[in-house]
């Protein structure tokens, strides 16, 4: 039997006097696109950092079927690469260099990139859109431009898995839609399992094979979008009037004014 | 210029920083308050790399050798350390501000010198060795010390590091004040040594800083390329296989133990630190993997220049402190100017 791509059995995370996620399992099989969602303060981000392995832990999370902490932080790095909600990205360097950075798992410590990275680096670039851009300084990049440079630098890792914490948060509803349908793209080409955080319900439901619900810390509810986006749902959790409409074989999630007659 | 895709050190860039500074060096020699005259000073280079005969008598050769060559190479080693640990500060608290002196190292160092003077002016008169030994050892305390105060759970944030260094540079800074004003008539031998300036000891100074400065070089050369993923913030550079606070204790260590080397011979020189990484990453490019090196060798260039310029400017010398920032400061506004969208 082929292992997950990620498993997480009764994981406990958070942060110094305070526990986040309590006890949340489960599994995403390879090539899968998992959606997290939940109101603010669920535990979506640390639920990424737990999967990172950036906050202390109880219970285990095991990639390709090996506990992470048996592996090495280049080990790992080498099996999912990630793109932050809020990235630091340093205005000076051009468009290259940053995306470059995403090959350190994959250099000696003291080594520096072969023209093989460079090719790596290239591809990734051209299949983005963004060889044009390929030698101008981050600082000059629109809104959506640096998201897809992020999104580039954390492909140039060549992960199995690719987590994304909130990839569309300031873009615009065509950015947005072009990002995802792009990871959406990449993942069809390559096998690429995506784990992300999302606020738009409905382009959770639009992208993901699956959505897991989130809520006080604890997972509740995870399945299908036609399962997990029910009006019920949402208004119980989100505390938000709404509708879901399946266009298309797929869920869209529509806000309603519940004080009009 | 068309920006290259990828920002390396090319070959050409760097035997320019090279030429640049040996041409530097040179000159330096050949300018001095004893009149040798700078066609016998060239006769006696050539000489003494040929293994011809010196045109020089024994006197003007000791001067040449013992003197004029060392300071060189001192102002040289100094300059480059303050640079390239500023450099490497600046990548490690991505803060365009930061400097070498800032994590305690100036007022520890500051703290210790004014305590020696004070206290043991037989020691200094004694050997003139005391006064860099406890500088060295008071800027290492005062690094250390924010270090120590900053860790909580075994880990250590830049920004409370940052803070934490702020408040040891206070305390230990009136400390230094304190002791400084029961002792009135030491003012001005305090207040010389904070100015800095570089003194005359032959040889003795530079081979006793530079395998702290080497080994410091060495370290910060090689982790260039891991300052840009440091740059990337912690969770990024954890999620591309760094361990960020392991690479940050190597970095700040490294980069401390040179400015203690570079502040126990030469006082407190300001300004290094920031205006030529800064320089670098206007002129150059913003990767770590070009400024740390072009820092390296920008830093010894322009404080043998400073040095220069205080022992020839007036009769007397003026603290080189005063000449980096005078002379520094317009430059690097009128480069800032220019380039200021490049910046971060």
Known sequence: ?261 | MKTQPVTRLRARTLVGGIVVLLATMLVAVLIGAAELGWQRVLAEIWAQLTGGMSPLSEREAAILWQLRVPRVMLAGAVGAALASSGAAFQGVFRNPLADPFLLGAAAGAGMAATIVVVFAPALTAWAGSTLPVAAFAGAVGGVALSWLLSTSYGSVSPTTLLLAGVAVSAFLTAVQTFVQQLNADTIRQVYGWMLGGLAITGWTDFVRVIPYIAAAAVVLLVCGRLLDVLALGDAEASSLGIRPGRLRLLLISAASLATAAAVSVSGLIGFVGIIVPHFIRLTVGASYRVIVPLSLLGGASFLIVADQIARTAMPGELPIGVVTAFAGAPFFIIVLRRNAEKLW
């Open chain 1, 1 to 261: 039997m082929v292992s997950p791509a990620v498993e997480l059995r009764t994981v406990r995370a958070g942060y110094r006097d305070r526990l986040v996620l309590d006890g949340v399992s489960l599994t995403v099989s390879a090539g899968e696109w998992l959606a997290v969602i939940g109101p603010n303060g669920a535990g979506k981000s640390t639920l990424v950092k737990a999967v990172l392995g950036l906050t202390r832990l109880g219970g285990e999370v095991l990639l390709d079927g090996r506990d992470r902490r048996t592996l090495s932080a280049r080990e790992a790095a080498r099996i999912i690469g990630y793109a932050p909600q809020q990235p630091a990205l340093p205005g000076g360097l051009t468009v290259t260099d940053y995306v470059l950075l995403g090959r350190t798992p994959h250099l000696g410590l003291l080594a520096r990139e072969s023209s093989a990275d460079e090719n790596v680096v290239a591809d990734v670039l051209r299949r983005l859109d963004l060889d044009q851009l390929a030698a101008r300084r981050i600082s000059t990049l629109s809104g959506g431009e640096r998201q897809r440079v992020v999104l580039a630098r954390a492909l140039a890792q060549q992960a199995e898995v690719l987590v994304l914490d909130e990839p569309t948060t300031g873009l615009d509803l065509g950015h947005a839609q072009a990002l995802l349908a792009l990871v959406d793209r990449l993942r069809r080409e390559d096998g690429t399992t995506v784990i992300s955080t999302l606020h738009d319900l409905t382009l959770a439901g639009q992208y993901a094979d699956r959505v897991l619900l989130l809520d006080g810390g604890e997972m509740v509810a995870a399945g299908p979008p036609a399962e997990v986006l029910t009006p019920e749902r949402v208004a119980r959790y989100y505390d938000a009037d709404v509708d879901v409409v399946t266009v298309g074989g797929r869920q869209v999630v529509v806000p309603v004014r519940s004080d009009a007659s």
